[in-house]
């Protein structure tokens, strides 16, 4: 675990960066320590952009790092813990992608045996049919060991969330709020239990509020975290559909149901691609989860 004047530096270097948070976090990350970026203490080393390296450190102060310390040790009184890319912690699936967050904020547990997480994504406005093979789908990963990610939106991530819990599996949801914020306020309950159970986190600060800039966000991490995405139901223009892509940028799996191929253009184009499958029977995913290694380090911060 790295110390807390680490853990306040990532925080306070994240705060003053005005670029994507990622390239933030590929500094820190290569440089292995948030002091070192702020204090330009580089000892020989050369971090790939010592010009940004340079401007980011020069933004914050002591007392910023100071003000980030007394947050940390606040959230941890509440039950949130910080997970920054200089932890063990930090989950080993998302550490290997190139856009990956430089924190993440936890309340929950986050497991080793997470790395075998599905992320099960559809419409808010499901169909029944596409609720009840969400909530099918997902009680069978969670029957065989597989942790179930998903959103917490209405339709399809409420379904996949309430389905692992009650099948007695673990279920993390990615938060695009803060984790004071939940939305939809109706799945206020649905989130405690699954902090009893699994595990809310969010990139976001605690008292972040929904945009529009932050759901796609939460839709990196949410392929990230996972070894593949199911996608259940999802139009062209569907977040989830979205995700279907990160995952695969992310060199992940996609699974597409059946039924989904066979209704949307999208869908059968991405068919095609390699690393995606169509869903017939949980077997498909699980097969694909048996050849399931380390995931592959993304280089690339284009």
């Not at 996609?254 to 077997?283: C, N």
């Amino acid at each position: 675990m790295a110390s807390l004047e680490e853990q306040a530096a990532v925080l306070a270097l994240v705060s003053a960066t005005t670029d994507e948070w990622y390239r933030t976090a590929a500094l820190i990350d290569e440089a292995g320590s948030a002091l070192r970026i702020v204090n330009r203490e580089w000892n020989g080393f050369e971090p790939f952009d010592v010009d940004a390296a340079e401007r980011l450190g020069s933004k914050v102060t002591k007392a910023d790092i100071e003000r980030q310390a007394s947050l940390i040790q606040s959230l941890d009184k509440k039950g949130i813990r910080i997970v920054t890319i200089l932890d063990d912690a930090y989950p080993l699936n998302l550490r290997a992608i190139y856009n990956r967050p430089p924190m993440l904020f936890v309340r929950g547990s986050l497991q080793p045996a997470d790395e075998r997480a599905i992320a099960v994504v559809g419409t808010r406005s499901a169909s029944p049919e596409g609720l009840q093979l969400a909530g099918r789908l997902a009680t069978q990963l969670a029957h065989n060991r597989v942790t179930v990610l998903s959103g917490l939106a209405r339709g399809i991530d409420t379904a996949a969330h309430g389905a692992a819990l009650s099948a007695g599996g673990r279920t993390i949801a990615v938060m695009g709020t803060g984790l004071h914020t939940v939305y939809p306020p109706e799945n206020e309950e649905l989130a405690e239990r699954i902090a009893q159970r699994g595990a809310l986190i969010s990139q976001f600060w605690p008292d972040a509020p929904p945009t529009k800039f932050s759901f796609p966000m939460r839709n990196v991490v949410m392929s990230g975290m996972s070894f593949g995405t199911v996608v259940i139901e999802a139009s062209e223009t569907s977040g989830a559909r979205m995700q279907a892509r990160l995952a695969l940028e992310h060199g992940k799996r996609v699974f597409l149901v059946e039924q989904l191929v066979m209704k949307q253009e999208w869908a059968r184009k991405y068919a095609e691609h390699p690393s995606t499958t169509v869903v017939r029977s949980v077997d498909d995913i699980l097969g694909a989860l048996v050849s399931l290694t380390k995931p592959a380090r993304q280089l690339s911060f284009g």
